[in-house]
């Protein structure tokens, strides 16, 4: 009976260790996006003369550094910038309107449904060539488990 509960207390240090690690881990950190829900009211506006940018996140999360979440709304025949380069990883994705994506040199129509992934630093950009404004959705961040590429 005495080797059962020796045993017994082998397993359960291990358990309970495992267990008070595990919230520790999971425990909420004050400097990270937490979980949350952004109108377009509460998101950040910045008026430009090419259009409106809305910062819904910004920052880190659990596992991103350097994070961007908006949506941009570009006046026809404009641009918010030439196409560029950086380290973030990005997805584009066209929600209303029409215009010319740009990815390493070739130019293809945009439409809404259309999505652009560009790796880092893949030079890319999107310009509205419509008549009406073109909407984006953007995502762009750095991983925080890899290191930051190398520009080739």
Do not use: C
Request: glycine letters at 8%; zero cysteines.
């Amino acid at each position: 009976m005495k080797a059962t509960a020796i045993n017994a207390l082998k397993l359960a240090v291990p358990v309970a260790l495992a267990f008070v690690a595990g919230v520790i881990v999971s425990a909420p950190r004050s400097d990270v996006q937490p979980s949350a829900i952004i109108s377009q009211q509460q998101a950040r506006r910045q008026d430009f003369d090419w259009g409106t940018l809305y910062t819904y996140y910004e920052g880190e999360s659990y596992g991103t550094r350097d994070g961007l979440a908006a949506v941009a709304v570009i006046k026809p025949g404009q641009e918010i910038h030439p196409p560029h380069e950086h380290t973030e990883e990005e997805y584009l994705m066209v929600l209303e309107g029409e215009g010319t994506w740009y990815l390493n040199g070739k130019t293809r129509p945009a439409h809404a449904g259309d999505m652009q992934y560009a790796a880092p630093w893949d030079v890319h950009g999107i310009t509205n060539t419509g008549k009406t404004p073109l909407t984006f959705v953007v995502w762009k961040w750095n991983d925080k488990g890899m290191s930051l590429p190398v520009k080739p």
